[in-house]
């Protein structure tokens, strides 16, 4: 059955439109025929905004999530707390609300990583704590030619400090008590991996700065270079993290692929990209938001009250069907990329 969907578009905030059904079943039914639609919509404006679903548990929003997502994906080398609540569903983060989180893609420092995400409210909270979305095929469109081909030619690099208490431990992160199993990670997934005093440990990995969407073959900007740089810290938290941990062991930094340090200019440059492709659209209970993680990058805000915003990851896709402009590597040492596993697509083989 072929399903049309009237996307309400209106400036500043992302395409919408009210769910169909009088009830769970027939909402997932319509979900279900909707697909075609759903999936046309996201290849348009990469992010989704459903209102109104009669979503009001963890149960319920799993079974929407069923009757669009065909494979789970899994959370690999975690990099914020989250809770799992059962039937593959999570808090979007159980970072401080005082704490906004600023636009990324969902594991874009992986070798595999979501293709879809959907978040869905729960509990909507007083103030603030919206999920914004961004184009990132505008944020690169809008990043000056030289500096994103610098990334084109070099892509990025990502230096992870784990410790518990500066970010997440390794055992956490892993999902592992055992260092061989980390250590084989490592070496599958190209990223290079040492053990410090204290039980931390470092990591290291290069990654394309750009990739191409696997449906639509639109280039796009994918990468946590910013969200993860020195400079987009608060300048007193960078302060003190410098101070009592110096350069080498800050939890997150970014470079060029080619080891080179981000200038702070460069990091406000693609700021001010992500800033004028961002959208954003109040949370109601029942609302359910679909992104395309390849397409759109997307954020919290802090707030104020109670929040229950959930979250699921699905359709997972390889780097390597994404046309990477640069191999993975870990460190200096380079390995031959596994071959590419064909992934389903929201419903339909890329």
Request: charged share 25%.
């Amino acid at each position: 059955m072929n399903t049309t969907i009237a996307w309400e578009v209106r400036d500043g905030r992302p395409a919408a439109a009210d769910a169909q059904g009088g009830d769970l079943r027939e909402t997932c039914a319509w979900l279900r025929e909707s697909r075609d639609a759903l999936r046309a919509g996201l290849d348009a404006h990469g992010a989704l905004y459903l209102r109104g679903l009669p979503v009001k548990d963890v149960g319920d929003f799993a079974e929407v999530r069923d009757a669009l997502v065909s494979e789970l994906a899994g959370y690999v080398e975690k990099a914020t707390p989250r809770s799992h609540f059962g039937r593959d569903v999570y808090s979007s983060t159980d970072l401080p609300p005082s704490q906004a989180i600023r636009p990324h893609n969902e594991n874009s420092y992986a070798l595999s990583f979501p293709g879809l995400l959907m978040f869905g409210c729960l509990v909507a909270p007083d103030q603030g704590g919206a999920t914004p979305v961004t184009d990132v095929r505008k944020v690169l469109r809008d990043i000056p030619a030289p500096l994103a081909d610098r990334f084109r030619a070099h892509g990025w690099s990502l230096t992870r400090n784990y410790g518990d208490h500066i970010s997440l431990g390794w055992r956490t992160a892993f999902g592992t008590e055992d260092r061989d199993e980390v250590a084989a990670y490592c070496a599958a997934n190209h990223i290079a991996h040492e053990w410090l005093e204290g039980d931390r440990l470092r990591t290291t990995q290069r990654r394309s700065a750009t990739i191409r969407h696997p449906g639509t073959g639109e280039e796009v900007w994918f990468n946590h270079t910013v969200f993860w740089n020195e400079w987009a810290l608060d300048p007193e938290v960078r302060e003190v993290f410098l101070e009592d941990l110096g350069h080498d062991n800050l939890p997150f930094n970014t470079a060029y692929g080619d080891g080179e340090p981000i200038s702070r200019q460069d990091v406000e440059t693609i700021d001010e990209a992500y800033r004028r492709a961002t959208v954003r659209e109040t949370w109601r209970p029942g609302d359910v938001l679909i992104v395309d993680n390849i397409l759109s990058a997307h954020a919290r805000e802090a707030f104020r009250g109670n929040r229950k915003i959930v979250v699921a990851m699905g359709d997972p896709v390889d780097l390597d069907d994404c046309a990477p402009t640069v191999p993975p590597l870990g460190g200096l040492a380079t390995k031959a990329a596994e071959p590419a596993r064909r992934r389903r697509w929201f419903g339909r083989r890329s």
